[in-house]
Structure formats: structure tokens, C-alpha cells
């Protein structure tokens, strides 16, 4: 069991978000003939991104300003989840909010439909994917080379990017990076100006990621808006990240089982009416859950919200097994962990599994933290009679469309359930290693109860329980259990999300030392600093770019 205190160690090498800071490299002349090349890769890399349809989320945090430092806090939020459909320009299907059966719920489910707000388009933070969404054209923008630089492993050329008419409309101003191979736009960053003075135009940074040869897709979108005066009348001042995934949701375990097609050889037919081979009516009733639950998982992660099963997952497999272990626990089947896509804070079980969001992971200070989570959730697994859900053994009860999702699944629990689990998650923590750890577990409880009123979007679930902020692990915290610590983290600084396959990894950044107050920012918003990396080298495109005499 020793061993388990090791286990979050990887998680805590990345606690602060990865920083791929540029690296620059000697300064020549852009290459001769590189403009025509950008443009007619960034038109191509439209076309091929239209035939695509992946999940967009963006999570919104309004900010005020303190005046006594000057720093930004929170100040309400807004989240948005849906489908982009890419081949009708951008268009987006939204995600229906879940089924309510209280008058409660039902309000407060009809004010997060309408919170997004006036201020807050969905189409406006997906149009940030596209440089310009008409596409670029030579006549329409003028481009100024600056330098070469590495953003990761990948060697780009710099332009600075402006209109080439001053009264253009809603054209895009700033920066972009070009990858030295196919001379594909792997980041731009800037504004669109030139709208209409009853229109609000935002800086963004826009990153996109490699996916294969010739494939740089749209993944991560940073955007922030320090307003004031007139402007601070019509939207305050914010920090937004947008995410993209789901490219091709579904097909890669699909592709994975195909090329593991194996043809039996043939061999007689065996009576086994002799054989142990019969169910009992006990295993019957398992295998059927079991059926159920594997229709669920399908179901989520042919839409993009479940991710395949990866590292992360085993990581909380392994907290699961020592609070079992340690508690002296059978469970048939056993307990297995999966991550949900999502930047909500949320938790829920399915029969036998444990799903946390990406979002919870993400804002984790620590190892007994997790451990609290899990046993909360572990917790449900073994008072709940009910189980999962057996309708879901019958495969045509999961044909409905992807937008009423939330509407079919409803994960969460009643009041008696989860106090009793919450007095059964303590007597699991008691008796697991983390006995004398958890004073970091409930101050995160306790900062994201103080936060609620302004990251209320974030901490309310479209599938989960939404009692996370009641799951007191029944310890007494020290006198001053945030000196010194840090009691939760920023949003998106731990887990990093493969766009294509919807993986999910944690981040491979150096220990940053300890952060300054005003760098803890738990559960706040923080830019993407992405290290780009090439997932396969294109043998048509690897040969070097010449660098001739200037002239361009």
C-alpha cells in the first residue's frame, strides 16, 4: 500500500499548465514565394476541416478586478457544449440540458439554457477556428515576415497579418505562425476588426494540433477582454477558453478491434452440457448489467463525452484498488474509472464504474484529494440497490439523437443516498493510507463552496451528481489549512486532450516552484501554451524549406 503515495506523483509534476514557451530561432529572410503557400494551405486546410463535425465546449469566466492588487477574480460564468456543424459554415447544435424533475432543477435548468447571454455568442468563440471565415485571399491581407521560431518541436515562420484595405469588415489582425513543412497556420493570434460599432470583437489566441500527415486541426482557443469605459457597458471583462473535439468520436476503438480481426481455425463441436459453463441466475443478472453499462459507454463516447480508456483511468484504478484493498472489499465485477471529455466539475457511477470529468481532474491539488472523490463515488457503488440502469440492455433504447443526450441520462442521487454515502466515504478514508491526508481534500471542498456563486456554469453538472460541494470527507481542517497550500488548481492545468481521438493525458510539464498568491488562481481560467508536436511525418513534405535572397 506504501506504494500508493507515489502513485499522484505524475499528477503533481503538472500542476501548473504546460508552458511551451517559443523558442527562438537565427532570424533570415522568409523564404521566396512562402505567401501564395499560406494561402492556398489555409483555404485547403478549410475545406478539409468542413467535412468534419466535432464537439465544442467553451467555459467563460466574467472577472473582476480587485483594487487592492489589482489581480482578476471571478465573477460569474457561462458554458456552452454542443456539435459544430462545419459544413454549414458554423453552425452549432447545442446539447440539450438534462431532464429535471423539480421545480428547483427545472429553473435552474432554464436559466443556465439562457445564461449564455447576449454579450456571449457560441458561433462568435467558434469562428475564432478560421483566420478569416471566407478564407484568406492574396488581394485581402498584407503579410509581414518577422522570424522563424519553435513552438515545440515544430519550426514555423512569423508574419504579422493586417487588412490590406483599412476599411475592410471583420477581418482578421495579428499574428500567425506557419509550420516550415506544408506551410500550414498552426496559430494566430489577434482580433477581427473592422465591425460595426454595435458589434464586440474579442482577442483570441488560437492554436491548432497535429492529427496526422497534412491534418492540422482546430483544438484549443484562449480568449480575454480587459474592458472599460463604454465598452465595459455592454460586456464585462472576461477569460474564456474553447476546446474542440471529437473529429472522429467513436471510429478509433472500432478501427483498434478490426485490425485485431482473428479468423479461429475449425475445430470440432463440443458438448459442453457436461462443462461449468452454465450461468447461475446471480451471474445472469451481472452479465446483463454488464450489457447495459457497455451500451452506456459506447453510446458516450461515439458522441465525444466519455474519452477511450487510457493512463489517467489507470491512475484511478489503482487509488479505487488500495481503498478497497485497505477496506477489505469484494466487488464482482470490479471497480473500473473512466474520464468524461467535459470542463464541468462533476462525478457520477455507472454500475460498476466510476466516471470523474476532465474538468475535476484538472483542479485536483493532490493524491488524498482524488482518493476523497473516489470514495465518495465508491461509496454509491455500494449502497445503491438500484443499480445501473437495465433498460439500457436493449440496444434500440439508445437510439436517440446526440442532442437530447442529457435529457436520456440522469445520473444523479437523492438527499438520504448521498448522506449516507458521504458518512460511508468517511469510514473508507479512515481505514485507507490517506487517514492523515485529507486536510488538503477538504479545503478544496470548502474553496469550491466559497467559490459557487461565481463558477456556478462550471460546478453544475450535465450528467453528474450535483452534490459535489456536500462531499465533506468528515475530517476538521487545521486552523489555517490554505497557508502554504494549494487548495485546488486552474482549470485545463493537468490533463491534455488529443483532439482526433479525444485521449486524454496529463501533462508533461517541469515542476514551475511555488506559486505566488496571485498564481494559485484555483479553479480559474489560465491561457494555452501548447508544445506542438508532428504525430507522423509527411515523406512528400519533410524536405527542408530553402531560404533564398529576400524578396517577399
Same mark, same amino acid.
Given at each position: 500500500m506504501r506504494s500508493l503515495k507515489f502513485i499522484f506523483f505524475a499528477l503533481l509534476l503538472c500542476a501548473a499548465p504546460l508552458a511551451a514557451q517559443p523558442r527562438p530561432v537565427q532570424t533570415s529572410p522568409a523564404p521566396e514565394g512562402v505567401v501564395p503557400k499560406i494561402i492556398a494551405r489555409e483555404n485547403q486546410e478549410m475545406e478539409m476541416i468542413r467535412g468534419r463535425s466535432p464537439m465544442v465546449e467553451t467555459y467563460i469566466q466574467k472577472v473582476k478586478i480587485l483594487e487592492k492588487d489589482g489581480s482578476w477574480r471571478p465573477d460569474g460564468d457561462h458554458y456552452f457544449i454542443g456539435r459544430a456543424e462545419l459544413a454549414k459554415r458554423l453552425d452549432l447544435v447545442s446539447l440539450d440540458s438534462r431532464k429535471n424533475d423539480s421545480l428547483h432543477r427545472v429553473v435552474g435548468t432554464l436559466m443556465r439554457l439562457f445564461d449564455f447571454g447576449s454579450e456571449f455568442l457560441p458561433q462568435g468563440f467558434l469562428q475564432m477556428i478560421f483566420l478569416d471565415k471566407d478564407g484568406l485571399g492574396g488581394d485581402n491581407y498584407k503579410f509581414d515576415y518577422v522570424r522563424q521560431e519553435s513552438l515545440g518541436d515544430v519550426r514555423t515562420f512569423v508574419f504579422d497579418v493586417t487588412p490590406a484595405k483599412k476599411d475592410s469588415m471583420g477581418r482578421f489582425s *495579428?499574428?500567425?505562425?506557419?509550420? &516550415? /513543412?506544408?506551410?500550414?497556420?498552426?496559430? $494566430?493570434?489577434?482580433?477581427?476588426?473592422? /465591425?460595426?460599432?454595435?458589434?464586440?470583437? $474579442?482577442?483570441? &489566441? =488560437?492554436?491548432r494540433v497535429n492529427a496526422g500527415p497534412n491534418l492540422w486541426l482546430p483544438a484549443f482557443i484562449y480568449s480575454e477582454e480587459k474592458t472599460e469605459g463604454l465598452a465595459a457597458a455592454r460586456? +464585462?471583462?472576461?477569460?474564456? +477558453?474553447?476546446?474542440?473535439?471529437?473529429?472522429?468520436?467513436? +471510429? %478509433?476503438?472500432?478501427e483498434q478491434e478490426l485490425s485485431q480481426l482473428r479468423v479461429e481455425s475449425a475445430a470440432p463441436v463440443v458438448d459442453k452440457s457436461q462443462q461449468d459453463n452454465d450461468l447461475s441466475p446471480y451471474q445472469e443478472q451481472r452479465a446483463w448489467d454488464q450489457q447495459a453499462l457497455e451500451n452506456i459507454t459506447e453510446k458516450l463516447e461515439r !458522441?465525444?463525452?466519455? =474519452?477511450?480508456?487510457?493512463? !489517467? &483511468?489507470?491512475?484511478?484504478?489503482?487509488?479505487?484498488? *488500495?481503498?478497497? %484493498?485497505?477496506?477489505?472489499? &469484494?466487488? /464482482? #465485477? @470490479?471497480?473500473?474509472?473512466?474520464?468524461m471529455m467535459t470542463s464541468t466539475i462533476e462525478s457520477f457511477t455507472l454500475g460498476h464504474t466510476i466516471v470523474l470529468s476532465r474538468g475535476l481532474i484538472d483542479v485536483i491539488p493532490d493524491e488524498a484529494t482524488l482518493a476523497a472523490m473516489l470514495a465518495k463515488e465508491l461509496s454509491f457503488v455500494i449502497l445503491d440497490r438500484k443499480g445501473i440502469d437495465t433498460r439500457y440492455g436493449f440496444y434500440d433504447a439508445l437510439r436517440f439523437d446526440e442532442k437530447s443526450t442529457f435529457q436520456h441520462f440522469d445520473f444523479n442521487r437523492r438527499p438520504e443516498m448521498d448522506a449516507a454515502a458521504s458518512t460511508k466515504a468517511a469510514e473508507l478514508l479512515k481505514n485507507s493510507p490517506y487517514s492523515d491526508q485529507l486536510e488538503t481534500a477538504e479545503s478544496f471542498v470548502n474553496e469550491l463552496h466559497a467559490r459557487s456563486h461565481e463558477i456556478p456554469n462550471l460546478i453544475s453538472p450535465r450528467l453528474g451528481d450535483e452534490k459535489i460541494l456536500q462531499r465533506s470527507v468528515m475530517t476538521t481542517p487545521s486552523a489555517d489549512p490554505l497557508a502554504g497550500h494549494i487548495v485546488a488548481l486552474p482549470l485545463g492545468g493537468r490533463v491534455q486532450l488529443n483532439p482526433w481521438d479525444?485521449?486524454?493525458?496529463?501533462?508533461?510539464?517541469?515542476?514551475?516552484g511555488s506559486p505566488s498568491e496571485r498564481e494559485k488562481?484555483?479553479? @480559474? !481560467?489560465?491561457?494555452?501554451? !501548447?508544445?506542438?508536436?508532428?504525430?507522423?511525418?509527411?515523406?512528400?513534405?519533410?524536405?527542408?524549406?530553402?531560404?533564398? +535572397? #529576400? *524578396?517577399?
Open positions: *495579428g499574428r500567425i505562425w506557419v509550420e &516550415d /513543412q506544408t506551410f500550414a497556420i498552426v496559430r $494566430f493570434n489577434g482580433s477581427y476588426i473592422g /465591425q460595426h460599432d454595435s458589434h464586440i470583437t $474579442f482577442h483570441f &489566441d =488560437s492554436w460586456v +464585462q471583462s472576461f477569460k474564456s +477558453q474553447t476546446r474542440l473535439w471529437g473529429y472522429n468520436s467513436g +471510429q %478509433a476503438r472500432q !458522441i465525444g463525452l466519455l =474519452s477511450p480508456a487510457g493512463e !489517467i &483511468d489507470k491512475i484511478m484504478n489503482t487509488v479505487v484498488n *488500495g481503498l478497497v %484493498a485497505s477496506n477489505h472489499l &469484494d466487488f /464482482q #465485477p @470490479e471497480i473500473h474509472c473512466r474520464l479525444d485521449s486524454l493525458e496529463l501533462l508533461k510539464s517541469r515542476p514551475a488562481m484555483p479553479f @480559474e !481560467i489560465t491561457p494555452f501554451m !501548447i508544445y506542438l508536436t508532428r504525430v507522423a511525418e509527411d515523406p512528400k513534405a519533410s524536405a527542408p524549406v530553402e531560404s533564398p +535572397q #529576400p *524578396g517577399n
